[in-house]
């Protein structure tokens, strides 16, 4: 990845930014590498197996890396949607980040199947030899949405009880969701307590649910929820529901525009109203 | 499992006559809260299933709200506020109408019967609209019978009559520490 | 230390027998909503059984401590506030063909939990359970028990360790319980035939495992201790997410938070719930005061605690080497690196 690890040694040297967030080789695989010293950008790769999602590391409730000073970070097209709502909704300036757009031939999961960008256009700067952009296919996930939409109440209902039941409260997926940026998260409320702190169904049950509701229109879909979970819980099928839900009602749809307003804040006069009386 | 918090019933089947759904309803102050207190004051007849709690706005009702009454015992949950346009607060259930319309499709994608679950805009001079969707609301929830599945989410809950006091109804207190428990 | 051959069909009539004696048998079970991926699961019969397949995901650790777990009823009174006792549920078990990395670790735990309060819930359900280990052939590059004293052969905190052999099982009898165990179904057991290819199993594995990060010194505790401030954490910090993730899969790993929860008007429950020290708000007072405010002073908690705090206070390392944290990481933070890191440091 010689482009990249140059423009980061650019970046490093003439002291456009004092870290250059990126990706590593680690003992398990490739894993996020922050890059301080310009010797060290031999370190910065980029392939198939960069599944993370870096922007998450920009979020401020990241105190400790908020004083390593200005950023450029690697960001996947999946990526650059979440700096796009970071800075959306005002957590990060966009002149104090710099974004290292890279091209991505897909990341082997299940969500880069139905997944159209190859190039991020919220970039200062593009690396990674071109791709060509893929044919859309159906992925497994939405699959399974389909098989569930077909069942029952009761079904469905044993299906989110037999996964839900598994959540054991880490809060892994709020923890490196870079949308999850609220500094004292609802679920950690006390006075009153809303959402029960108990690992059972029933507590499980409302936390997952609000998580999700305070995703909609939000999430970008970085898959990465479900990859912190260890408890493989397929937290991604309910955030795609929802997404389907504000796509169909709201004409909105995950985005790497900062200037597109977000749809759950916003409304329109001829919002579709036909499950009410 | 069912643990009912329920005043005991000899049965609890879907359309079972003992049956008696507990709805909650979360109403805007302005209007369904104003077309309510009409439909009692025109001694309009309408089942009392229903226990309301006033907001000033449907803008004010977290999905948490609609969660916790299932989690508390509600059967069946209405939400009702201005029309769209007569918001006092201008706006406020324009915000609420798209969260409501995530929130149901979000419910019934986890499984709970759509008919749980009730929306409405009801005016302040709409009484009669708002017995139509009380007893709506009572007998779709009737029909579907006791929320039973949320009370049995919590594995390892005590039995209900154990919590509540013995002059209440609950249990008589239990008198040795080494006493088995299901 | 006497043993034994079991063969596979034994095995199975072996699992028959404890059945049919009212015991729970919990052991490794392919499970479908993971992919076919291993878990801890109840049996009812040994064909549910994945010997000898993946390290399960989760830990022995929700057998003794529960995700969430009742500790009392209340209930308003005339005069204030009942409360109902609830005697913990312990019912009799065998953990059979669990990895030495998992057995282990409730053996480190009853140091915390006798320690200067006896946890009633906690050793109710200790004693209740028999451990049947399944020596390990070493997992992959993350496992690292020999590095902290244990091992793929190692037999700490089991009562019998089941060697995969020719035709069955190696036993070997660890402790008095697991003799209990055996002879009473001792026709299942047969005299030990094939005690080499079980040493050579056992050496074979370990040798596996020490490639891969070697013999924590004595000197670490102290070191750590010593240097607090060292700038190691900062770095180490920063790809930790703070998500708990590790926590949630680690053996060792026992912080809990306890809570009141409320059911019906009248009454409710206090729990005890599965904590982490990863988040914001594990030590977050009253008064707005957070003495761990950022990630790097909540990871330097975890290696800490782990490699120096229980050390110096217990005598042993609060971690097996399982390696489940390094797999579990969504941020790479991998322990087996870490500890060489330090190690060398250390000096």
Not at chain 1, 101 to 125: I, K, M, S, Y
Not at chain 3, 255 to 265: A, H, M, R, T, Y
Request: hydrophobic share 40%; proline share 7%.
């Amino acid at each position: 990845m010689k482009d990249l690890q140059d423009l980061a040694q650019r970046l490093l040297v003439d002291g456009t930014v004092a870290v250059v967030i990126g990706y590593e080789r680690g003992p398990r695989g490739a894993r996020p590498a922050f890059v301080q010293r310009p010797e060290d950008v031999e370190r910065l790769i980029f392939d198939a197996e960069c599944v993370q999602n870096l922007a998450t590391y920009l979020s401020p409730r990241r105190r400790h890396l908020l004083k390593l000073g200005r950023k450029a970070v690697v960001a996947k097209p999946c990526d650059v949607r979440a700096i796009a709502g970071l800075v959306r909704e005002k957590q990060v300036k966009r002149d104090e980040v710099v974004v290292i757009g890279v091209r991505c031939p897909g990341v082997g999961e299940d969500r880069c199947v139905t997944c159209t960008a190859r190039e991020p256009r919220l970039a200062d700067h593009l690396v990674g030899a071109a791709v060509a952009a893929p044919a859309a296919g159906e992925s497994q996930r939405d699959a399974k949405l389909r098989e569930l939409e077909a069942m029952t109440p009761a079904e469905r209902w044993n299906f989110w009880q037999a996964e839900l039941s598994r959540c054991v409260r880490c809060h892994a997926c709020r923890e490196i969701c870079p949308m999850c940026q609220c500094d004292r998260c609802v679920a950690s409320k006390t006075q009153p307590q809303w959402i029960e702190s108990s690992p059972h169904a029933r507590g499980n049950l409302s936390w997952q649910l609000t998580r999700v509701l305070h995703q909609a229109g939000r999430c970008v879909d970085c898959g990465e929820c479900e990859r912190a979970c260890p408890e493989g819980i397929p937290l991604g099928l309910l955030l795609r529901k929802v997404a389907e839900v504000v796509d169909r009602r709201f004409d909105f749809r995950p985005s790497d525009d900062p200037e597109l307003p977000t749809p759950i804040g916003a409304y329109r006069l001829d919002d579709p109203q036909e499950f009410i009386l | 499992m069912s643990k009912s918090t329920q005043p005991s019933t000899p049965s609890s089947a879907p359309g079972d006559v003992a049956f008696e759904p507990r709805l909650t309803a979360f109403v805007c102050n302005w209007c369904t809260y104003t077309g309510a207190d009409l439909a009692g004051t025109s001694r309009l007849q309408m089942a009392a299933n229903v226990r309301i709690i006033r907001l000033p706005c449907t803008g004010r009702i977290d999905p948490l709200f609609v969660v916790k009454a299932f989690e508390r015992g509600a059967d069946g949950v209405i939400v009702s506020g201005c029309h769209p346009a007569d918001c006092h607060y201008t706006a406020g259930n324009y915000h609420a109408r798209r969260r409501f319309a995530v929130l149901q499709e979000l419910l019934t994608f986890l499984g709970v019967e759509p008919e749980r679950l009730t929306f409405s805009w009801v005016s302040a001079s709409e009484g009669a609209k708002w017995a139509d969707v009380v007893n709506g609301a009572t007998e779709r929830v009737r029909a579907v019978g006791p929320f039973a599945a949320y009370r049995a989410l919590v594995a390892d809950a005590l039995p209900a009559d154990e919590l509540q006091p013995a002059a209440r109804g609950g249990a008589p207190r239990a008198t040795t520490a080494t006493e088995e428990r299901a | 230390m006497t043993a034994h051959h079991l063969s596979r069909k034994e095995l199975a009539s072996w699992v028959a027998d404890l059945r049919g004696r009212g015991l729970r048998v919990v052991g490794p079970v392919e499970e479908p909503s993971r992919g076919g991926a291993a878990a801890y699961r109840e049996v009812s019969s040994a064909d549910e059984l994945a010997l000898g397949g993946g390290l399960p995901a989760r830990s022995l650790k929700e057998q003794f401590l529960p995700p969430t777990e009742v500790l009392f009823g209340f209930r308003r009174s005339r005069d204030g506030v009942e409360l109902i006792d609830t005697p913990p549920r312990a019912l009799a078990t065998v953990l059979l063909g669990v990895r030495p990395c998992d057995a282990a670790a409730p053996e480190l735990l009853d140091r915390v939990m006798g320690w200067d309060y006896r946890d009633e819930p906690w050793f109710a359900r200790r004693e209740a359970t028999t451990v049947v280990a399944l020596a390990c052939p070493g997992v992959d590059e993350s496992c690292f028990c020999t590095a902290v004293g244990l091992g793929p052969d190692d037999s700490r905190g089991a009562d019998l360790v089941l060697t995969p052999v020719k035709g069955g099982y190696h036993v070997d009898v660890v402790t008095p319980k697991g003799e209990a165990l055996v002879a009473a179904s001792s026709a299942r057991f047969a005299a030990p035939k094939h005690a080499e290819a079980a040493a050579e199993f056992h050496r074979a594995a370990r040798e596996k495992v020490e490639r891969n990060v070697p013999r924590v010194g004595e000197g670490m505790a102290a070191w750590l201790a010593g240097n607090f401030e060292h700038e190691v954490f900062s770095r180490l910090a920063l790809r930790c997410h703070g998500c708990g993730a590790c926590a949630a899969v680690c053996p060792t790993c026992h912080c809990f938070d306890i809570v009141d929860e409320p059911e019906g008007l009248f009454g409710g429950v206090r729990r005890r719930n599965w904590d982490t020290c990863q988040t914001a708000v594990f030590t977050l007072h009253g008064s707005g005061h957070n003495p761990r405010p950022e990630q790097n002073s909540r990871f330097r908690q975890r290696v800490m605690h782990k490699f120096s705090i229980f050390p110096r206070r217990f005598g042993e390392t609060l971690c097996t080497g399982c390696g489940r944290c390094a797999r579990a990481c969504p941020g790479g933070v991998d322990l087996p690196e870490i500890v060489r890191d330090l190690e060398e440091l250390v000096g």
